[in-house]
């Protein structure tokens, strides 16, 4: 098993001088454990900068057939759940995490699971496929031939007049969410977001973490050797 992060007396070894400490920060050199917002924003926007280069990708495809239309949109909702969901039940890193030097563990410092993963993304996975079933429902009030007749730049338009104004309302709801989870953040010691207090994890800061995780599997059998 990977070791945790936190002892059962939740005390820690600081990566930047080694002193064991309980709280928050290091009793020596002051550095903090939890990942606060700095290095959340870090990851977020390299998170959204890999998703948007790719959703630009996916738009493309998805608007040279209806069929094409539908399958790409349930593709791409099936990518963005695994990118946020499987990343972190895999390696507890998003490649933003990556970049930034932060990792989401459970409470008590061990690794998380699938079920901590999903769990944290479940506000989001609700809302996305509240969105998801929308879009679809758009395919079935059109037909190929009306589709392959609009001009391949007016497309995506055409689709999003036929999906209902309450995706707008649901997406609102979502930046609004996301802002209060860093409302959230600010005001508890371990700088948790909601979605760490549902999910029962945390978020650590160690800039020793390799840029390239590895699965729990892998690490078994390095430590083996």
């Not at 290095?39 to 057939?65: E, H, Q, T």
């Not at 969901?85 to 459970?106: D, E, R, S, Y």
């Not at 979605?195 to 800039?207: K, L, N, Q, S």
Request: charged share 20%; net charge positive; proline share 4%.
């Amino acid at each position: 098993m990977e070791p945790r992060v936190f002892s059962d007396t939740g005390e820690w070894g600081c990566p930047n001088c080694g002193e064991r400490s309980n709280g928050p920060n290091c009793i020596e050199c002051k550095f903090c454990i939890y990942a606060g917002f700095l290095p959340r924003v870090l990851s977020s926007l390299v998170d959204k900068g890999i998703i948007w280069s790719i959703a630009r990708l996916f738009l493309l495809v998805r608007n040279y057939s209806l069929t094409g239309f539908w399958t790409v949109t349930i593709f791409g909702f099936l990518f963005y759940r695994f990118y946020h969901i499987g990343c972190v039940a895999l390696w507890g890193q998003t490649p933003g995490k990556m970049v930034a030097k932060i990792k989401v563990v459970k409470v008590d410092g061990s690794r998380a699971s699938w079920m901590n993963a999903f769990l944290r993304n479940s506000v989001e996975t609700l809302l996305t496929t509240s969105i998801l079933l929308l879009e679809v429902r758009a395919v079935t009030l059109i037909t190929a031939a009306e589709f392959n007749g609009t001009e391949f730049g007016k497309r995506s338009a055409l689709m999003n007049d036929l999906v209902p104004e309450s995706a707008l309302y649901i997406s609102l709801a979502m930046q609004a969410f996301v802002l209060s989870e860093f409302v959230v953040l600010f005001l508890n010691k371990k700088k948790r977001a909601i979605h760490d207090f549902i999910a029962g994890t945390v978020v650590i800061h160690d800039p020793r973490l390799p840029f390239i995780p590895e699965t729990p599997k892998v690490w078994e059998r390095r430590k083996a050797l």
